[in-house]
């Protein structure tokens, strides 16, 4: 039988405040009516989400005169097509009407899509009515877009995080940016990709669509200036580095000679070339120092061997980690869990992701034998993100209560204080011949991984009756890689070559709700939500992973599951 798709829970509802859901979310069948009109105009709240041609549409945020208006903190404009100039317009008009709406420098925070080049106008009303922003986070800032002059130092003096856009068109479109970084000694948060160029209309870029490196050595360039130029620390009191795509063989000697790398609290490094020489230099950094500030490590390489040994070295050269995410694309399982013991009595988030390509992402499991000596260590763990062993929708029927996958969910049972737990792997399926093909069959293995997501909650809570409210949130599925794939096992007369079938579901979030049965019985079920929902069930939980690749914040990524 299916779970029934419930109203969010109370606990839920009353935590819905410091939101306007765009028109995706109120169509989802998970709302009440009652619940559509709290949330649609909250009596207060700190966030505005609205999407691209809100006011081209004119909605309801600005045909009302709403005290909520006075307390914004974030803005957001997201659901930005890409190469669309008529929806960057309408997205640039949008935010200009609502920066007109709320008081001067009330936001802290201005949140667009990754593509989206802010228009002059949009920037100078930035400048000019926001001046205590301290977050931006949106596409180019072009240098044309500000008057003759400005100063920008000034303007953005309150600006603690700057995200360097990833595309430029012209080699002065990072001018801007640069200026900002060279004016702002407290700048706490930095993230720098590669620069990809775009339809390059300026022609000395042209050389570099094809040269990695060169790329890399123009960002640096841009930033930091030449080797010699600048001798004093740019930023003393960086906190926070995200990096993507960087050649770190050119990157290492500017970010150690303008950054305290010793003081970093949260370290970014996705698809960095070279990236087990600046491991190594952390490393030796780290055994000088007296004591190691970073608590958040995320550290990804997607499609090229990962030089796990130096990983395991740095990984165990400290302690006191309380994030940690990891993304190995190497096709062996080299990476083994006992160098994380430094960091088990203080890990938080705990996210490993190994062995997949573009081939087969089924990933990597740790082995039973050293999962658990780590979970048992683990007491301070509230998000977990891993592999299980033979998952399969079949996982609890009847005869198969002791396999693997179970046995590793009872070790998962004994973390007391887990809130969310996300199974990385899609569970397999028994198919028969030619049924894969039906759109039906894709529809109704949702359904069955409703069933299984209630089973596995019920299972945990079995394992574990003292702390039967927990875990919270469970998570199926992975929205950061090419995992919209479902393995599955054929029957004995198919000869078909293929062995999976692809759905377009990047992930599904479950929150934890009660059925009762025919005998009164009440049972733990899972209540699929939508995902930007999900932070509320388990606060402080982002439904789009969090690293340098995500310039948005998750919020133009159409990262939703609408429930049947």
Known sequence: MNPPIFALPPEVQTTIIGYIPRLTDLKSLCLTCKQLRDVAMPALYETVLLPHDAWEKKSMFFRYDHPGHQLVRQVAVCDVPSDNEAAAAEANATLRAILQLIPHNRPKRVVTSATLVLEPETLLALCTRQQRLESILAGSFRPSSLPMGLDVGQYFRFLNRLQVPQQIRQASDLDTSARVLQSRPGLKVLGIPRCEVAEADDPALERLKNDELGRTQFTMDKFFGEESHISTPLLPQLQVLSM????????????????????????DMVDCANNGQFLDTLRSLYARSPSVSLLDFSFGVCWEECDTKRLQAFLGCFAGLESLDLKLGCDDDTFRPKCLYGHAQTLKHLRVSIGFDDEDITQACFPKTE????????????????????????????GISNCLFAQTLGLIATIPELEVLHILDWPEVSVEDNEVRDERFKRDYMHALDNFASLVLQHLAILSPSRSQRPKLLCIGDKTLITNRVYFNKSSDDT??????????GRAFYSKGYQTDCWGRSAPCAIRIPAQSARFVAPGFEAVARHARDTDGGLGTRDYFVPK
């Open 244 to 267: 993507l795509d960087i050649d770190m063989a050119v990157a290492e000697s500017r970010l150690l000679r303008h950054v305290d790398m010793t003081r970093l609290r949260a370290l």
């Open 496 to 505: 078909r070559d293929e062995t999976s079938f692809e759905h377009d579901h």
């Open 371 to 398: 999962l658990a000596p780590l979970l048992e260590q683990c007491t301070a763990l509230t998000e977990l993100a891993i592999a299980l062993p033979e998952t399969s929708v079949t996982s609890f029927a009847p």
